[in-house]
């Protein structure tokens, strides 16, 4: 089965950029969907198709896909950042939608 | 404003069973995959099952296949889930949330599943 692998953690001051990255065996042959969950919430879609936002995500919030590293870039981190984030794929051979572990994301 | 409300979520014993439901609105259901994922306690998202629009196609994860069946009721605007032989590690919190392509567009708060003796 497909696997995507996250870094756990990642810390940023307010302010300044965040990168999120979901490691995949040739990933960038696939579309990359994240999601930011906030504590006690559900998930939110943040970012789909690698890079297109849902209407009402700022435009801080971006993604890039090539090789086998997708990312999720958020520039100008809030303390509303603060969340775990986790990137998803359809796995096309067998029919399996697929996350990462997640990553949460500390605003210093 | 799109909607998805679980129910049916609980305490159940290892071998048993229970049946999830997610009402929807705000949305013209039948035009939505709907699918069922899940989160266990302070661990990530798992997805769980997928139905198409019209309910042709169903899709499990290998961890629930064969003990899960996901099924859809357009005419009311409703998700099932019914879940046999339940296990510990079946315990997390279940979301349903739609899908107009590969993604998740929404997602419900989600009810409590708890596997335990």
């Known amino acids: 089965s497909y696997v995507l692998t996250q870094t756990p953690s990642v810390s940023v001051a307010p302010g300044q950029t965040a990168r999120v990255a979901c490691g995949g065996n040739?990933?960038?042959?696939?579309?990359v969907h994240w999601y930011q969950q906030k504590p006690g919430q559900a998930p939110v879609l943040v970012v789909y198709?690698?890079?297109d936002r849902p209407s009402g995500i700022p435009e801080r919030f971006s993604g890039s896909n090539s090789g086998n590293t997708a990312t999720l870039t958020i520039i100008r981190v809030e303390a509303g950042d603060e969340a775990d984030y986790y990137c998803?794929?359809?796995?096309?051979?067998?029919?399996?939608?697929?996350f990462g572990g997640g990553t949460k994301l500390t605003v210093l | 404003e799109v909607q998805l409300v679980e129910s049916g979520g609980g305490l159940v014993q290892p071998g048993g069973s229970l049946r999830l439901s997610c009402a929807a609105s705000?949305?013209?259901?039948?035009?939505?995959?709907m699918n069922w994922v899940r989160q266990a306690p302070g661990k990530g998202l798992e997805w769980v099952s997928h139905?198409?629009?019209?309910?042709?196609?169903?899709y499990y994860a290998d961890s629930v296949r064969g003990r899960f069946t996901i099924s859809r009721d357009n005419a009311n605007n409703s998700l099932y889930l019914q879940m046999n032989s339940l296990r510990d590690e079946d315990t997390a919190i279940y979301y349903c949330?739609?899908?107009?392509?590969?993604?998740?567009?929404?997602w419900g708060q989600g009810t409590l599943v708890t596997v335990s003796s």
């Open positions: 998803q794929v359809w796995e096309s051979s067998s029919d399996q939608w697929v």
């Open positions: 139905i198409t629009t019209s309910s042709s196609a169903i």
């Open positions: 040739n990933i960038g042959g696939k579309s």
């Open positions: 949330a739609s899908s107009s392509w590969y993604y998740f567009d929404d």
């Open positions: 198709d690698d890079s």
């Open positions: 705000g949305f013209t259901f039948s035009n939505y995959g």
